[in-house]
Each structure stands twice: as structure tokens, then as C-alpha cells.
């Protein structure tokens, strides 16, 4: 994503929030952009994609920021989970997207409210996976059910909270809390055998996943297309984990554990330089990567 089409979507995104989505139009964005009609539909084929776009960015976000979390962690550590939830619930925060999510729902667009539900089981895939991890394999069969149940929990918690009190709700007291409450629920669970969900309901979700990842090839292409586009403005130490990265990868059998450090010393290496949109996607591609050499 380059500079120019971020601050187009930074610049939708507060128009969809002051104005509402619905109310606010394409000619809006056009005229807090300062850009063109023909720009704006280069970028995006509406403002549907726009706002899908907007949404996909926040979730390529907390997906990078719960990835770099697990380097040197156990995958069982309770803890970590804990924080990764709440990262999602950062990123939602800091974004302000609670407001574009009312909107989407109560919009009536099909095409919407279908993202945003591919959106939602997409939080249930990956939080059924790290239950796993959690609480080992033979919670596997009840794990999508404790995935549902822990978002609702945490939904009607955070709902009757804001009608009740007039205090910012402490989310890491309410998600550990949460979690203790699951702690009990899949014990229970597994004593008695006893599943609402069948265990593989998020399977073609994941296939769907995995073929969006990028190989090898591709991964090398992106790295050196970024390198040829990097100036003198660019970070040197920046050029230099983009070389890496592109070294490693050349590599008969690149190694993940290298690759999940450089990674995410190369992202943080572009904060506050003008391709930082193009390294965070960049990260967010190699994870998905590094993931699935596993």
C-alpha cells in the first residue's frame, strides 16, 4: 500500500466515523483527499471495497502484533493468549472501529454485513487454534465451542458494562477473568464429552486461508520490488533486514527462527518512514509465510 492510497483510507475511515458510512460519499472522500474521481476508483472499485479495506488493514494489524508476541514464547503460556486477545481490542480501540462495525451492521448491505461475518469466524479460527495450544489436544474437540462462548462472554460483558458504569472497563481483568470462567468450562466439557460445534466447522475457513498465502517466489519478488522503490529517505538499517530477508529466503531451507526475528525487526525498522504501509503488509505476508513452514 503506498503513502498516497493510505491517507485516502486514514481520510475515509474519519469521514465514515464523524459522518456515518452510510451518509457519507464517494464525492466526501474525493474532497478531503484532494484527489480525483479516477484516483479514488483506481484504488478502490467503491466505497465498499474502501471500507473493506479499512477493516482488513485493523485486521492485518492485530494479526502482526499477536504474531511478534509468540517469538521466543510458549504457544501453552495462558498469559500470552490473554495479551493477543487484547490486541485485537487495541487495535479496535485505537482505530476507532466500534463505530464503522455499528454501521456495517445495521446498514442492510449484504455485501458488508458478509465481510464483516467472514471477519468474525475468521477471530473464531484463530482463537479455536490457540485454544489448542493452550489447553493441549484433547481440547480439540471442544475448543470452537469455548472460542464462541469466550467472544460472547466478552461481548455481553463489555455491553452491560457500558450501561451500568460510567468507568473505562479494565479489559485485561475481564479477559483473564473470561479465561478463568474457561478454565472450568473445558473441563467440563471433556469429563462429559459433551460438544455444541463439530470440531472441524472452521476447516474450510482455514483452507481458504492457507491458499492466500504467498510462496517462496512471490515473497522474493515483493522484497526486491521494495528494495529497488527504497531512497536515500529510506532507514539504512531498514535496507538491511530487506537484504537479509531476501538472502535467507534464497536459501535451500530458510530458517523460521531467523526469519521470525529479522521480520519484525525489519517492520519496527520502518515506523515513521513514509514506506512504513508497505513494510507492515510486507510483515504481515512473511508471517503468514513463516506460519506454514511450520
Known sequence: MNERKRQVLLTAQRLFIDKGFSTTSVQDILEESCISKGTFYNYFSSKNECLMAILEHAHDEAAVRRRELLIGKDLSDKSVLVEQILIRMHVNREQ?????????????????????????????SWLTERMVDVYGEEAAPYAPDCSVMLFGMM?????????????????????????????????????????????????KLNS???????????????????????????????????????????SECPRVFVLESVTRSFRESFVGFSHEPEAHELAYKFWSYTDSLK
Open 96 to 124: 476507532n472501529l466500534l463505530p464503522i462495525f455499528e454501521a456495517v451492521f445495521h446498514s442492510g448491505d449484504s455485501d458488508l454485513r458478509s465481510f464483516i461475518k467472514t471477519t468474525i469466524l475468521k477471530e473464531f
Open 155 to 203: 461481548q455481553q460483558m463489555l455491553h452491560v458494562w457500558s450501561a451500568v458504569s460510567t468507568e473505562e472497563i479494565d479489559t485485561s481483568k475481564l479477559v483473564n477473568f473470561l479465561m478463568r470462567r474457561i478454565d472450568s468450562i473445558i473441563l467440563g466439557m471433556i469429563s462429559t464429552n459433551d460438544t455444541f460445534f463439530k470440531e472441524d466447522i472452521f476447516l
Open 208 to 250: 481458504l486461508a492457507e491458499n492466500q498465502i504467498e510462496t517462496k517466489e512471490q515473497l522474493l519478488e515483493r522484497l526486491t520490488g521494495f528494495l529497488e522503490l527504497l531512497g536515500d529517505d529510506a532507514p539504512p538499517a531498514g535496507k538491511q533486514y530487506v537484504q537479509f530477508l531476501v538472502d535467507e529466503l534464497r
